[in-house]
């Protein structure tokens, strides 16, 4: 960018334009320079510090001091700062000619500067500034250089002209002279500057120049009148034709760019195409769960972020096909236009896609989660995509829910390997839920029995004495993802309180909630988003450390908490006691474990009859081969 310096390489021509514009409005939204610290007119020193850093708060008492000043001197504010800069800008090029060095790499790496910005990309300085600096080199009589950070994750930064830069031509050399006058200028005064040196603002530009520039407007308006685009792009044109391919940045080319640009819809781009693990061989624009690669028609096992990572926005191109539950969440969180979501039901009728016809299987997964069956009509092979799945055979049967159709083949099948360990063998869901209920009644009859023997005592005492900390409710606190552990907090509402016992979610999960199949207006009407109206608390699960529940339990006016944090990495039931909160550490997974996978292994060769059937990997590291091989040996041919 022509003014903040932020590389725009992986941007389009439209998008560069509409950033430079907005770079320029930001300049002209605040009249005050950034970094100017004493009026214009009567030099009245307005620094706040000796940092040189002005609190937000300063602006307007700038802005208030410098108008009134103008008032007293006839000189209106727009009129005054426009003289100011032009003053400015003489005195910077008249100092730019002292400077000979053609640039060099700056080390920012102990810059204090620049504004430092954080994780979410706002400015932590206090008078808001560009989203990046030019780094600028000061040297005069015998001092040292000083070091500006262009941006908080820079290193270092190649100023035009270095070792590794290319030779320092004029333009150059007039971009660090106006860069190296004064440490507080901004970017647009800089490269004003710039462009003055090398003729850009002259009516009588280089032959290079002149080349390189774009032809006078129709009106013939002098150069000097042109618009501030106008002028930046012609400063870089400039500096291209003198300096020649040496300052040309290359376009970006990689996945990420190119997969931006189709983001925003902007031009043909050609995406790359997917791994082996996200295609449907036979199929050229089928891609399951990768929405970063090129392809037609999309496919999404389920609403989760490893899944749907690419997939933003209403500009996305192509056909997505997933669950009613699914298309109800992209379109909802996602802001995926309606238009491009394909249904394709579990247990309904295949959906028809050139010449395959895809099938959903329940995946016992997350609300929405399904597999997909392929079926190449034309080739005669068939294809399965767990996506991600807890392959329990009293839920799951592979032989029952799909058919293999006469004459064709099970080719291929597209694992979840999470678990692909043969260590990781826990118990299944019911019984992982049916622990989780028992502990909860074992924590009512306690409650039950301390609030008994309280009262008690105080009606032993004549009942003047009140409620200690031994009596009261117990809060009971589930961890779930933003899609995922919902079974287990529903089963413990519905058999272990009354049916109008509520549970607390936020707005958010409640808005989640509202788009499964599978919940009945009873199980709605149970969720609140009162956190004192419920004893069943709904969170995420990095919000089920003590600090956090101790905080949840007195906001919930409860005596004391029972957590459960249900994970597959538990392997069993643990317990840890901090005072009046427990966390309760339950196996309970939505990925299948080794023993499940080996079932699925063997029910997939059943269905191919004893034929070979390839099964590919699409979770794990670099030891994934060798347990998949150990898994495949331990699956014998079943049967169907």
Partial sequence: ?????????????????????????????DPVERHAYRCPLCELDLSVDATGRVPAAKISERLAHVKTCGKAHGVTAAEMFRRRREAQTETQLRRGDQHEDGGAIVDVENATAAPRRDACGED????????????????????????????????????????????????AAALAAGACAAPTRNAAQVLMAAAKATGALSPAPTPAAAAAQPPPPADGVAAEKRSAVQVLMAAAAARTAVNGSGGKRQRRTGPASRWWEAQRGVGVVSLPPPPMHKVVPGAPGFVVDGFRYGGAHYFLTH??????????????????????TTGRLIVQQLAVRPEVVREVRVGGPPVVVDDFAITAIEANHCPGAAMFWFCDRKRRRCF??????????????????????????????????????????????????SAVCDRV?????????????????????????????????????????????????????????????????SSRKLRILRCYDDLSLEDLARFTTDRKEARIHVTEMGKLDPKSLRATLEAAGLVRCVAFRPTGWAGRITEKSHGDVRVVGVPYSEHSSFAEL???????????????????????????????QTLLARAPPGTP
């Fill in 1 to 29: 960018c022509a003014v903040c310096a932020v590389d725009l390489a992986a941007l389009s021509l439209l998008e560069r334009q509409v950033h430079l514009n907005q770079c320029l409005d930001d300049c002209d939204k």
């Fill in 124 to 171: 932590e300085s206090d008078e808001g500034e560009f989203e990046a600096l030019l780094a600028v080199v000061r040297r005069e009589d015998g001092e040292d250089v000083e070091h500006v950070a262009k941006a908080a994750d820079t290193d270092h930064v190649l100023v035009p002209g270095s070792a590794t830069g290319g030779a320092a031509g004029p333009a």
């Fill in 303 to 324: 609403f989760h972020s490893d899944h749907y990572g690419g997939l933003y926005g209403s500009k996305f191109r192509g056909l997505i096909y997933c669950t009613p």
């Fill in 384 to 433: 399965l995509h767990c996506g991600d799945c807890r392959y329990d055979r009293s839920e799951i049967r592979l032989t029952k829910a799909v058919r293999l159709p006469p004459s064709h083949v099970l080719d291929t099948v597209y694992l979840d390997t999470t678990y692909c360990n043969p260590r990781y063998c826990f118990m299944p869901q019911r019984q992982a839920i």
């Fill in 441 to 505: 009644r074992a924590a009512l009859k306690e409650e039950e029995r301390q609030n008994s023997s309280v009262s008690s005592l105080a009606s032993f005492f004549g009942g003047g004495a009140g409620r200690g900390r031994s009596g009261g409710k117990t809060l009971f606190v589930f961890g779930t993802y933003t899609i995922g552990k919902e079974r287990v907090f529903l089963s413990v509402a519905r058999s272990c309180f009354p049916p109008g016992e509520k549970v607390y979610v």
């Fill in 598 to 628: 080996r079932d699925l292994v063997q029910d997939a060769r059943s269905l191919s009859a004893g034929r070979p059937c390839k099964f590919v990997p699409t979770v794990g590291g670099s030891g994934i081969r060798d347990h998949l």
